[in-house]
């Protein structure tokens, strides 16, 4: 039987990673290489996963689950420090974000975890072993600390309760614990600069030249596209470096500069095909162990598009999540591309179960 492959889904890969390589090119040619052996390894990898089934994937759930708790365990003692943060572990001249892997072992524990539940409603016992399958990696995350990562994990973990069936009243509560703990979160857990983030997004003119700089040099690039774009090399916030962290989360602000809002409108449209075709999937199989794994897939991706795009234009804080797919960065690369698999993975033995 022949190897069966969602064309769509793949199209739309193809077309991000393609654009990422052509945004990347005009910013910093040094790091293409290193991208391009990044995206060669994901590839490959996003292959290998996509011929696991949901048995195979189930197995392999709770071992990876422990090795990545062990893996951000470690980097807090062992990793490397960048941009104030204690994430990394240096292996030559790469470096590895095991934050990133983690996420996606959070994915297949919560998913195999909620797919062993009898009937549509998640007891007690379930919801506290969600909890903690997805909890304990968000708190070594926010050690490190890294609340973007961390923030990463909490649609997952939603989606599992919502289509594990969570009922209202819990969700009542965990909204209420919520508020409560946001409120807390402001007042004692939160630094400074972090608030400021927050504050700028309500007025910009707070701090022009501190918190709210990159946000600001933001909004100047994007605006500059205009309709069509300035062309890659012509833009002045990119080119001429006042539009920081060009190359990860404001690598979208330099698309936009360069093409405009046709441009950005079609990388958006590719995104927006990558995640409905995922969403067919999920609504699509017969298993809840791959409903479950493709919807989580899909929150995951979703919520780092939105909250990317909306930092970029100024609609959301400054958070540190990256655009998935076209940002820089190897570990995101190869956990989003492996993640993408599985749910290829999913249709594909769906289809061959047919």
């Not at 991000?16 to 390894?41: C, E, F, H, K, P």
């Not at 990388?267 to 999937?281: D, E, H, M, N």
């Not at 999540?321 to 492996?338: D, E, K, N, R």
């Amino acid at each position: 039987m022949g190897y069966r492959f969602d064309p769509w889904l793949i199209f739309a890969v193809l077309v991000i990673l393609g654009a990422s390589i052509l945004n990347l090119g005009y910013l910093d040619t040094g790091l293409v290489g290193r991208q391009l052996l990044w995206m060669a390894l994901g590839l490959g990898v996003m292959l290998v996963a996509s011929f696991l089934d949901g048995v195979a994937l189930s197995r392999l759930a709770f071992p990876a689950w422990i090795a990545a708790v062990a893996a951000l365990a470690g980097v807090l003692a062992f990793g490397t420090v960048r941009g104030g943060t204690r994430g990394w572990f240096a292996l030559g001249g790469f470096t590895i974000q095991p934050s990133e892997f983690a996420r996606l072992t959070v994915v297949l524990a919560l998913a195999a975890l909620a797919a062993r539940v009898p009937g549509t409603r998640l007891g007690v016992k379930d919801v506290a072993l969600l909890g903690a399958a997805a909890g304990i990696p968000v708190l070594l995350v926010l050690a490190e600390p890294d609340f973007g990562v961390a923030a990463t994990y909490l649609p997952i973990l939603g989606v599992v309760l919502w289509i594990g069936g969570l009922p209202r009243a819990a969700w009542v509560i965990l909204l209420l614990c919520g508020l409560v703990g946001a409120a807390v979160a402001w007042q004692w857990v939160l630094a400074d600069y972090q608030k400021e983030r927050v504050l700028t997004v309500l007025d910009p003119s707070r701090d022009p030249y501190g918190a709210g700089y990159q946000v600001r040099q933001s909004k100047i690039a994007v605006g500059s596209g205009e309709l069509v774009g300035m062309g890659f090399g012509r833009g002045g916030q990119s080119g001429l470096r006042f539009l920081p962290a060009r190359h990860t989360d404001f690598a979208f602000a330099v698309w936009a500069e360069a093409t405009g809002f046709v441009g950005s409108l079609a990388l958006l449209g590719a995104y927006a095909v990558l995640l409905w075709r995922i969403a067919r999937i999920a609504l699509g199989v017969a298993d809840r162990f791959g409903l479950l794994l493709s919807a989580s897939v899909f929150a995951w991706i979703a919520f780092e598009v939105v909250v990317n795009v909306g930092m970029v234009v100024g609609w959301l804080p400054t958070t540190g999540i990256t655009l998935p797919l076209f940002s820089y960065g190897g570990s995101s690369l190869v956990s989003t591309l492996a993640a993408i698999g599985m749910v290829q993975g999913v249709w594909r033995h769906r289809m061959v179960n047919r």
